[in-house]
């Protein structure tokens, strides 16, 4: 694994920074984080501030990887807001561990995001997993690239809206 992949902090931090200049209102977007738990480190209510930040200063890597629940919470928390299009960008190595069958979870997660009408979108750090989860993905070696990447992603999806 390289160290990219374990800078959990760095990477939440750039992609809340890219979040916040390409979404300028506060209520266009979240930042939650998982592993064994979900925290959020910036909710649809809330600016992205110094408490926000100092989350992101208490994140740390775990080796269970619950993702097909973070992405039935992140959806639900997006299905809840009163707008018309719904983005959900997932940032992981794109291996779901912690309990038995979740390969098979996560692929039912993501085919019930999107029934639901939200756009997903998987990123996988320094992995190639993402594809074998997410329809529509992109594989990050590095953290430019992850921010570089984002930001097209996200300006040709938001073509879409």
């Given at each position: 694994?390289?160290?990219?992949?374990?800078?959990?902090?760095?990477?939440?931090?750039?992609?809340?920074?890219?979040?916040?200049?390409?979404?300028?209102?506060?209520?266009?977007?979240?930042?939650?984080?998982?592993?064994?738990?979900?925290?959020?480190?910036?909710?649809?209510?809330?600016?992205?501030?110094?408490?926000?930040?100092?989350?992101?200063?208490?994140?740390?890597?775990?080796?269970?990887?619950?993702?097909?629940?973070?992405?039935?919470?992140?959806?639900?928390?997006?299905?809840?807001?009163?707008?018309?299009?719904?983005?959900?960008?997932v940032a992981s190595d794109g291996h779901p561990t912690g309990y038995r069958g979740i390969e098979q979870s996560l692929l039912d997660a993501v085919k019930q995001v999107n029934r639901s009408g939200t756009f997903l979108m998987g990123l996988g750090i320094d992995s190639?997993?993402?594809?074998?989860?997410?329809?529509?993905?992109?594989?990050?070696?590095?953290?430019?690239?992850?921010?570089?990447?984002?930001?097209?992603?996200?300006?040709?999806?938001?073509?879409?809206?």
């Open positions: 694994t390289s160290s990219f992949s374990r800078e959990v902090r760095g990477i939440a931090t750039c992609l809340a920074e890219v979040a916040r200049g390409l979404m300028p209102a506060p209520h266009q977007w979240a930042l939650y984080t998982f592993n064994s738990s979900l925290q959020i480190i910036k909710d649809f209510d809330e600016d992205f501030g110094t408490e926000n930040k100092a989350r992101l200063g208490g994140l740390v890597q775990k080796s269970t990887t619950l993702l097909p629940d973070a992405l039935k919470v992140a959806n639900k928390a997006l299905s809840d807001l009163p707008v018309d299009t719904r983005l959900l960008v190639h997993a993402v594809e074998e989860y997410f329809t529509v993905n992109c594989v990050l070696n590095s953290p430019y690239q992850m921010m570089k990447s984002f930001v097209k992603s996200y300006l040709e999806l938001s073509s879409l809206f």
